[in-house]
Structures are given as structure tokens and as C-alpha cells.
């Protein structure tokens, strides 16, 4: 057996435990090595080669976890997918014994030219690389996973304080914005972070039921000024991407919750997502559904602090997409919100008799405003909302960059590293 086939590889796995399934890892990889299923996360080391690029962007850290073995006995995507824990590490007595004389390779490989990292075509983009993995330089410091699986508390008990449907009454998509408090336990979040809700019961292996995430949809003073609770915006599935009928575990079981219910939680998650608190810093917010909890986050934090004459803020700038104006949350409170505070655009694709409008068909529109929130160091960027539309709001990024006659890599590159163009899609 040549030195090849008994190579040692740094095996890139991702942790069970700790993963809440955010699919940021997998909407991240460049290489298409990140694939899931019902229950896992999984890396296929045929795949990875080690680009890094997952590492950052991963809320909880279960990203972040490697194992030395033979190239030819990596652990496969079918073990990985059955895992609830990863695997002990191989003593080095045991990793000689698999493959005995081989040398460890820890170097990452060249990523090729057609990689998407190595550019792009005239009308295509990868979105993902374009995305900040770092706060703007002015965000508050974010606490972070106090609360999990391998920390020292593993869950926080919440109470329901409210339940309310902010969507119409007999339209399909029904979406709720619930209030939990914490009582006397501190648990500090920051718009634009996110927390992992525990449904009760087991999956049908008989395995406790994995959290999922969820965006804050309050301000770090609290849904209620002053008092330790949060919000969420969170839409009952009952169907997959493919429109298949399916019932979502966690989504039913937070939007049929009572007032006085208990709810486990773990996290905060998320310390990039964060606003800026700099003064006259704008935020031009972009999202679709339910992506809308942080912006109205950062919305209301700016609306408090607006109203206690406590902030000299820049502009908002708000586009919001949905099906139907029935069908977009908070809709009403949108209307009250002064017009000299925030710039709304609302774009509805299934309006009957109109037609499909969506959020990057505004963005062009309102191009020349775009161009000088673009141009300015102090305009942060943040998308969140369905996986299909973050490609088509960074064309319309780069569209209006370019016809405004800024350079568009060079600008994404700086937009990137500030962190300023922050994408969170699912």
C-alpha cells in the first residue's frame, strides 16, 4: 500500500449536538460539500477541501470540529447522518493502527478557477461570498451560547406572555409573533441575533426532537421596555419547499402555544447580524416573510431611541416582499410608523390582476437613493428572508453600483470586511 492510499486527512465533521440547523453552513460552502437531512448536518470529505469559508458564519460553533483519519476510512455522509454524538478522537495508538506510516495533511488545497469563489459570470453571482461574517464596527458586544447543549446550563425556561397572529385570519400563511419571558434569569440578546427553541416529545427514532431557530423580533430592552423577554415572528408550516404537506414540529407546536406555557430554550446565537449604534449610521433592511424579525428589531431599538431624543440616526430604508399584503406580518403597525423615521417599499408577487413585484424589483427602482446609501461608509445592509432571494438582491446591489459608476467588487470587498452587508436566508 503506497503513501496515498494510507493518507491521514484533518476530516472536517460538524457537530450534532450543538447544530441548530440554521443551514448556514450549507447555503455558505462554495464546493457544495455540506448536505443535511431530516435530523443532520453532514460534511462529505470527498468534497471539502478545507476552504474555511462555513467557519465564521456559524452561529454556535458546531461547525468548528475535526478529526484525523485514514483518507480511506473518512467517516461517510451515511455515518454521519446517523450520529447523535460525534466520535471520540483516534489515540494516536489507534490512528497507527488504521494506517500505520502515514503523514497528516492539514494544508488546505488551491480552490480551482471554477470554484464559485474565483469569480462569476456576466448574470449570475454567488451570493453567499459576498456576505459579512463580522459585526459593523459600532454594534454592542454579543452574548453567546450561554445556553446549550455543551454548556454549563443546557436550556433556559421561558414563559408564554403573548401569542398573537399577525397575519389575516383564513389566509394560509399564518404567522405569529409570541412573547417569552425569562423572569429573573438574565438572558441579554441584540437585534439581529437568534435563539433555538426545544419542542417537546421525540422525532420517530424516539430521539429528542432537535431545536430550531428562530430571529429575535425585539429590541435588547425587551418586547415590553425594561422587562427580561423577547419576541418572535414565526409562520406555521404545513408544507416543504416543495409544496408537499407536512407538518412543522417546532413551528406548530410555538404557534398553537397558550399564554402561561413553558417553553425550552437555548442560545442567544449570532454575533455578526448586529446593528450599527454609531450615530447617523443608516440601515437599509431587505427581507421577505418572516425574515422580517430583525428588521423590526432594529426598527424598534431605533424608534425607541428616536422617541427619548437619545440617537441622532440616519436613515431606514425598509423593503419587505410577500404573496399578498394579507399575507405580510405586521402590516398594520407598518403603516403607523412615522414616514420622515423609515422608507418603506412593499412588494407583493401574487397580488390578484397585478403583477409579480418583488423586493429586488424595488431596490431597482429606488436605485439613485440605493446608490448614495451604497457610496456612504456608514450604510449597513442586511438581507433575510427565503434562500431564493438572496442572489437576486445582490445582482440588484451590483446592478445599481454599477450603473451608479462605483466598482462593484471592490465596494462588496469593503461592504464585506466592515461588516456591512450582512445576508441571513434560509
Known sequence: ???????????????????????????????????????????????????????????????????????LRAYSIEEQLSWDTLPEELTPEQLADLAPGAELQTAAPEIPAASPLAGTGEDAVNSARYGATVPPWSAAHAYTNLYGAK??????????????????????????????????????????????????????????????????????????????????????????????????????????????????????????????????????????????????????????LRKAGKFDGGKLMLFFGARTQEELPYFGPLQNLPKDFIDINLAFSRTAGQPKRYVQDLMRERAADLAALLAGPDTCFYVCGLKSMEEGVVLALRDVAQQAGLQWEALAEGLKREGRLHLETY
Open 151 to 304: 454548556s454549563a446550563n443546557k436550556t433556559i425556561t421561558a414563559t408564554v406572555t403573548g401569542n398573537v397572529r399577525v397575519t389575516e385570519v383564513g389566509r394560509e400563511y399564518d404567522t405569529h409573533h409570541i412573547v417569552l419571558d425569562f423572569g429573573a434569569t438574565p438572558f441579554p440578546v441584540l437585534e439581529g441575533q437568534s435563539i433555538g427553541i426545544v419542542p417537546p416529545g421525540t422525532d420517530a427514532g424516539g430521539r429528542p426532537h432537535h431545536a430550531r431557530q428562530y430571529s429575535i423580533a425585539s429590541p435588547r430592552n425587551g418586547e415590553r421596555p425594561g422587562y427580561n423577554n423577547l419576541s418572535l415572528t414565526i409562520k406555521r408550516v404545513l408544507q416543504d419547499h416543495d409544496g408537499n404537506p407536512v407538518r412543522g414540529v417546532a413551528s406548530n407546536y410555538m404557534c398553537d402555544l397558550k399564554v402561561g406555557d413553558k417553553v425550552e430554550v437555548i442560545g442567544p446565537f449570532g454575533a455578526s447580524f448586529l446593528m450599527p449604534n454609531h450615530p447617523r449610521s443608516n440601515i437599509v433592511m431587505i427581507c421577505t416573510g418572516t425574515g422580517s424579525a430583525p428588521m423590526r428589531a432594529m426598527t424598534e431599538w431605533r424608534r425607541r
Open 1 to 71: 500500500m503506497d503513501m496515498a492510499e494510507i493518507q491521514v486527512i484533518k476530516q472536517h465533521l460538524i457537530d450534532p449536538e450543538i447544530c441548530i440547523r440554521c443551514n448556514t453552513c450549507e447555503a455558505t460552502c462554495p464546493v457544495g460539500a455540506i448536505t443535511h437531512d431530516s435530523r443532520n448536518y453532514v460534511v462529505d470529505a470527498d468534497k471539502c477541501n478545507l476552504c474555511m469559508a462555513c467557519i465564521s458564519p456559524c452561529p454556535t460553533g458546531s461547525i468548528d470540529n475535526w478529526r484525523a483519519m485514514p483518507k
